[in-house]
């Protein structure tokens, strides 16, 4: 197994578990720089509803994806070597689009599409943490590392001012000296959990046989909605705010970056209460938060209180089931495949938030409204709380006995 099989925690956890938690943020800031300027790209170069909604897609489809190997090379070679890895590979595109990116669409996407590569990290960091925790604290522990996803609003409330400020390059180049300043010190301070099961068959075959559980498409399938949207209303929302209710670029951005640190803020809670009562009964609950809240703004109500509280309400409720459905990996994946299934199901997650930017787009290009799109999100919340509620919560019980 990956950790003790005691209720002992190793000594250094917390430090790793840190250091692991400021990669995942640095990284998904460097993962979020475009989506924060879309508007202004939109501006600049006249592109469409839909070309501006595939520019913030783009990254986020590509580290998705790539999850699906990252997390089996997490697997295989530790987070020692491979948090430092992709830091290093990310400040490529990084450095791409502040120096040389911007003046076209088709360079921002060929930026765009590398700076995915950031967005990998999350399969990388979730064995990791798995690793160095008991059976007992995984979910607090993973949900707490999950907190990093809070990279995208640091993104969100830096970006726009330090390009106003300084020029276009800016926030790109001090994203990528972060990055390598993290990517040393990760090199040097980082260790993997001792014991920690290493797989000896070929990563192929790791893959075919995480695929094989059933537990990474129940895992897969919650987490393209729970995690999915939050990515999608993340790179979005400023879009949508500035559309639906005339913000200002500087405003939406803002109240974009409320909607992230709430999210992040009940990730680690989502975790905690299912290390206190099955996971899939957090879920459960939080599933049904997001169907009364899509359900609620797709009238778009005026922004305050009623379309605040809706939004502010999804995103609690995405955040918490964000964490849960991890807390539920690391509780029932076999140790030595926490990386496999991490990276289908982060993957999912991620292909869950490059759809719904495009639905809305499109909609919004074809019928100038955004309600049919919400009506969508609460029609999927509620097959996600079906799946939940009449397999998922019906062979938990079972699933998390065998695995501990």
Do not use: C, H
């Not at 995942?24 to 924060?36: E, G, I």
């Not at 990093?148 to 970006?159: D, E, N, V």
């Not at 797989?199 to 046989?209: I, S, V």
């Not at 509620?382 to 019980?397: G, K």
Request: net charge positive; proline share 6%; charged share 10%.
């Amino acid at each position: 197994m990956g950790t003790p099989s005691t209720s002992a925690t190793p000594r250094g956890a917390g430090l790793m578990l840190a250091l692991a938690t400021v990669g995942f943020a640095v990284n998904f800031w460097a993962w979020a720089l475009l989506s924060p300027l879309a508007t202004r790209f939109s501006a600049e170069l006249g592109l469409s509803s839909f070309q501006q909604a595939l520019l913030v897609a783009v990254p986020v489809v590509v580290g998705s994806v790539g999850r699906i190997p990252v997390g089996a090379l997490a697997d295989k070679f530790g987070g020692r070597i491979m948090f430092p890895l992709v830091s290093l590979v990310t400040i490529i595109p990084v450095l791409y689009l502040g120096l040389f990116g911007q003046d076209a669409l088709a360079s921002l996407l060929i930026g765009g599409f590398f700076l995915g590569i950031g967005g990998t990290v999350f399969a990388v960091g979730v064995p990791f943490v798995n690793a160095w925790y008991p059976p007992q604290r995984r979910g607090f522990a993973v949900g707490l590392f999950g907190a990093g996803m809070g990279g995208t609003a640091i993104s969100a409330l830096t970006t726009v001012r330090l390009v106003d400020a300084n020029g276009e390059a800016t926030p790109f180049v001090l994203t990528a000296v972060v990055l390598a300043v993290y990517a040393v010190v990760a090199w040097l301070v980082m260790r993997d959990a001792p014991n920690r099961p290493v797989p000896t068959a070929p990563l192929a075959q790791r893959l075919g046989t995480a695929l094989r559980l059933k537990i990474t498409w129940q895992a897969s399938a919650l987490y393209a909605v729970a995690f999915g949207g939050y990515v999608a209303f993340s790179v979005y929302l400023p879009s949508y705010l500035k559309t639906a209710y005339g913000l200002t670029q500087a405003d939406a951005a803002n109240r974009m970056a409320g909607f992230v640190v709430l999210a992040v803020i009940m990730r680690p809670v989502g975790g905690w209460l299912s290390d206190k009562i099955p996971a899939a009964k957090v879920l459960a609950g939080s599933l049904g938060v997001v169907i009364a809240g899509a359900a609620l703004q797709s009238f778009t109500p005026d922004l305050m209180p009623l379309g605040t509280i809706a939004f502010l309400s999804m995103a609690a409720a995405l955040g918490a089931g964000s964490g849960a459905t991890f807390a539920l990996v690391a509780q029932v994946a076999p140790a030595n495949q926490v990386g496999s299934v991490t990276g289908v199901v982060g993957a999912a997650g991620g292909l869950g938030g490059f759809i719904p930017p495009l639905v809305m787009g499109t909609i919004y290009g074809q019928f100038q409204s955004y309600a049919l799109g919400l009506a969508l999100l609460a029609v999927v919340a509620l097959a996600a709380l079906l799946l939940d509620l009449l397999s998922v919560a019906r062979r938990q019980p079972v699933l998390s006995r065998a695995s501990s």
